[in-house]
């Protein structure tokens, strides 16, 4: 599956970042631009829907916890929509399930208050 990453904007200053097929070293770069412009762009929550995430290593991870940083320094939040096993056992082994809330939808990301 070819990497793909598109944003979109909803109400209430939600970036929905839409991911599919490898992240990885030569593809973070690309999630890692599209993050830190919904950032730049006025985004309080950043909703990164993974549910079609093949496969991420810890150059995503990375990406993703910088995204984390970045938003936080705006009083942001960034939460994660994932239900593949692969990608949740990674996130509990790194223990970054008790950093990101990890969803199982996108009703559930947009209606999370944290």
């Given at each position: 599956m070819?990497f ?7 109400p209430d ?14 593809t973070a770069p ?16 950043l ?7 093949e496969?991420l290593?810890?150059?995503a991870?990375g990406?993703l916890?910088?995204a984390?940083k970045?938003i ?5 939040d960034v ?10 056992k ?7 399930t ?7 939808d ?5 209606a999370?208050r944290?």
């Amino acid at each position: 599956m070819d990497f793909g990453v598109t944003s979109t904007r909803l109400p209430d200053d939600v970036a929905l970042i839409t991911v599919s097929g490898e992240i990885d070293v030569s593809t973070a770069p690309t999630l890692r631009d599209r993050l830190t412009d919904a950032v730049n762009d006025g985004a309080h929550r950043l909703v990164v829907d993974l549910t079609q995430v093949e496969f991420l290593d810890s150059t995503a991870l990375g990406v993703l916890v910088g995204a984390l940083k970045r938003i936080r320094a705006v009083d942001g939040d960034v939460v994660l929509v994932c239900t593949a096993d692969r990608l949740l056992k990674i996130f509990r082994i790194t223990r970054l399930t008790e950093v990101f809330p990890i969803v199982p939808d996108l009703p559930s990301a947009q209606a999370w208050r944290g």
